[in-house]
C-alpha cells in the first residue's frame, strides 16, 4: 500500500511540474514573440497537452520500476 501512495504521490508533485511549466512555456513564447490571442491560446494547449504526454511515459516508467505489486 505504501509503494501505491508514493506513486500517487509522484504522479501529483511532477504532474503539476511538468504541465504546469509546459504550459507556462507556451504562454511565454506567444507573448515574447507578441502573437495574437488565439495563436498565444493554441500554443498554451499543444504545450500543454505536450506535458500529459511526458507525464504518462513518465508514470508509465515509474510503474514500471516500482511495481505495485510484490
Do not use: N
Amino acid at each position: 500500500m505504501a509503494k501505491l501512495s508514493t506513486l500517487i504521490a509522484v504522479a501529483i508533485l511532477v504532474g503539476t511540474e511538468v504541465v504546469g511549466a509546459s504550459w507556462a512555456a507556451g504562454w511565454a513564447i506567444g507573448g515574447i514573440m507578441q502573437l495574437s490571442p488565439v495563436v498565444s491560446r493554441s500554443l498554451e494547449v499543444i504545450f500543454g497537452l505536450s506535458g500529459f504526454v511526458l507525464l504518462y511515459f513518465f508514470m508509465r516508467t515509474a510503474i514500471r520500476h516500482e511495481p505495485i505489486r510484490d
